[in-house]
């Protein structure tokens, strides 16, 4: 076990953790301290701190404090959902593909690549066009974004492992193909998976906070850190802490994740002595291409 | 290691771009990611096609309301043609699409206009979008040749990990939080550029250089940090390759085996990266043009969405992804052209 946790040892795995830490703690407990109700009228429109509000008000006279302490569930909650859809999604594509070989694997990896070919909010943007917009939307989304680099990365281990000998064996005894993927490959790609989590968890909160800006997931008055920058950009010569305070926390959580995601993948064998451009997942992630398993010698 | 010849390469400029031994493959090479390429737009256009035109509720529903009578909805769905069968449309708009005419508006035939081609309407947006960008990518490229460099060099030691541990924290910014964050500091604290890039129709960008400063920052702090990165990478591995050690064994000057192995072989990989992060301006403007109000081709596609005007999403989504396709395509063909050595591989 002791292992697993290298990454808390690093510097930056540390700092990570304690910023994610102190997010976590405001999003989770901030309800609890929370001096008013997140949708509950309490002064004027854009008031300045000052007069029991210690942020200030916002747009509609809500207390800023308060709708921090209220915004913090949904961006973490909507972010971890899209991407343990997203994982679902592409680690069963990925090894489905990987393991079938012939026709199967060729369709599902050329709509992976289809997927690809678009810009990430570009394609979102399309589904939304054609299902309209709400929270599900929004998580099934951003998972179907996700899923192609996932998959993409299961598919290249699954196809690696399958040819062992262990998987021909398991073969050889009778096993069924799904508990073969299950038992014998589905193990094997999860160390790339842990070193792709913190990343692609990351790359989820931009998503997810990106389309509450957009206006095309939660609407108001939902309490949350994405859509108050968005609607309270009108006062923000009034009280610049209606927009500051929670911008400050979504750029500490996912600052916080990828510290921790890197210095986690870094742990996991990908040490900072052996880099190569398409092995570095923090910068591939964010553009889609999730290709972290480590390359061998070309041949 | 990638790299395992030991003799000198001859500098990359002195080879002729094409020589005769490996014309052929090159071609053929070329040829194939063009096909690919066309091919991944063809399925693309499909995609966006199916996915804005086969909605229960056509944009007739959406103007007019859920309620609306029956008959007169239908009315308006022949003056779009959502009447005629889905295949028959999909090569109608294709054909159309790829002469540059992308058909009516079909928000506005609903609201009863007579005509309101697209291609007018997005044209100024656009060229918005383009400048944009294209300012943006001016400044990145150097910029993020520089700290790459630099990092690279001083792999390990004190500049690297500044640069490093920034690029992380920069990378991780969203658009909208960068944006946001600027302009409490140029607006509200500083009073020094307007908040919004708001334009008067028909107006060029560049006529009021003041709106396009604080968009260009919010593109490049979130783009030059994964191309910084990139580039760090590409330097660290150049610097191992058996070829630099072996300049260094002869006793070349330590400036001279930078400015001469490690830049130009690190520099040939970058055009990719550079290609990848033009490729992410043109998703990344979407929620940069909302931030700011700046009248580009993300805003339009934004507003195209939330009023349900499908034919005009269908237009900027395939726009915004050809661009995408071609500039992978684009990229490659550089690239196979900087690096001899890739040539033999294809």
């Known amino acids: 076990m002791r292992h697993r946790l290298r990454f808390a040892r690093t510097r930056r795995g540390q700092f990570g953790l304690v910023i994610v830490a102190i997010v976590l703690a405001i999003a989770l407990l901030g309800p609890f301290v929370s001096p008013h109700g997140p949708s509950q009228l309490t002064g004027a429109p854009g008031a300045p701190p000052g007069g029991g509000h210690l942020l200030g008000t916002d747009y509609l006279g809500h207390d800023v404090l308060s709708r921090v302490l209220w915004g913090g569930r949904s961006v973490i909650s909507l972010a971890l959902s899209a991407t343990a859809l997203g994982f679902a999604l592409g680690t069963t594509i990925g090894l489905i593909a990987g393991y079938s070989r012939g026709i199967v694997d060729s369709l599902l990896m050329r709509s992976v690549d289809v997927i690809l070919a678009f810009p990430p909010l570009l394609f979102f943007l399309i589904i939304v066009t054609s299902v309209g917009y709400s929270e599900g939307v929004l998580i099934c989304g951003v998972a179907v974004v996700q899923a192609p680099g996932i998959a993409r990365i299961v598919y290249s281990a699954t196809r690696e492992v399958s040819v062992a000998a262990y998987v021909e064996a398991a073969v050889a005894r009778g096993e069924t193909t799904a508990a073969i993927l299950r038992r014998e490959l589905l193990p094997n790609t999860l160390p790339t998976l842990i070193a792709n989590l913190g990343l692609t968890l990351t790359y989820s909160v931009l998503l997810t906070a990106a389309v509450n800006f957009l206006g095309l997931g939660l609407q108001p008055p939902a309490a949350n850190w994405a859509l108050m920058i968005s609607e309270n950009r009108t006062i923000l010569s009034l009280n610049p802490w209606a927009v500051v305070v929670p911008a400050t926390l979504i750029a500490a959580l996912t600052i916080g994740v990828n510290l921790v995601g890197d210095a986690i993948s870094i742990s996991l064998g990908r040490s900072e002595t052996t880099v190569d451009a398409r092995v570095d997942p923090a910068a591939a992630i964010m553009q889609g291409n999730l290709i972290a398993t480590p390359q061998g010698p070309e041949t | ?346």
């Open chain 2, 1 to 346: 290691m990638s790299v395992t010849e030991t003799a000198l390469p001859e500098p990359l400029s002195a080879q002729p771009a094409l020589r005769p031994r490996t014309a052929h493959p090159l071609l053929r090479f070329v040829l194939r990611r063009v096909a690919t390429g066309l091919l991944t737009l063809a399925v693309a256009s499909f995609v966006v096609f199916l996915g804005t035109a086969v909605v229960p509720g056509s944009p007739a529903t959406a103007v007019l309301g859920r309620l609306a009578n029956k008959q007169v909805v239908a009315q308006v769905d022949r003056r779009i043609g959502y009447d005629k069968p889905l295949p028959e449309r999909y090569v109608t708009w294709l054909f159309g699409a790829l002469h540059g005419d992308f058909g009516n508006s079909a928000v506005a035939l609903a609201q009863g206009a007579t005509s309101a081609p697209i291609w007018p309407i997005i044209r100024d947006p656009l060229l918005n979008t383009t400048t944009l960008a294209v300012i943006t990518v001016i400044f990145l490229i150097p910029l993020s040749l520089l700290l790459g460099v630099i990092a690279g060099l001083t792999h390990g030691r004190l500049p690297d990990h500044v640069i490093s541990v920034l690029t992380l924290v920069f990378m991780a910014l969203p658009e909208f939080v960068v944006g946001a964050l600027l302009v409490v500091i140029f607006f509200v604290v500083l009073n020094l550029l307007p908040p919004v890039s708001l334009l008067s129709p028909g107006a060029k960008p560049w006529s009021d250089p003041q709106i396009l400063v604080m968009p260009v920052l919010t593109l490049l702090a979130v783009s030059v940090a994964w191309t910084v990165r990139l580039v760090r990478v590409g330097t660290i591995e150049t610097i191992r390759t058996d070829y630099v050690q072996m300049a260094r064994l002869q006793g070349l000057p330590e400036r001279k085996v930078v400015r001469r192995y490690v830049l130009r072989n690190a520099l040939a990989p970058s055009v990719q990266i550079f290609a990848l992060s033009i490729q992410y301006l043109f998703g990344g403007v979407i929620v940069t043009e909302t931030v700011f109000d700046y009248p580009g081709l993300g805003n339009q596609l934004l507003q195209a969405v939330t009023s349900h005007d499908d034919t005009q999403v269908q237009a900027i989504a395939f726009i915004l992804a050809g661009v995408y396709i071609a500039i992978n395509i684009i990229a490659d063909l550089i690239v196979l052209v900087l690096v001899p050595k890739l040539r033999t591989q294809t």
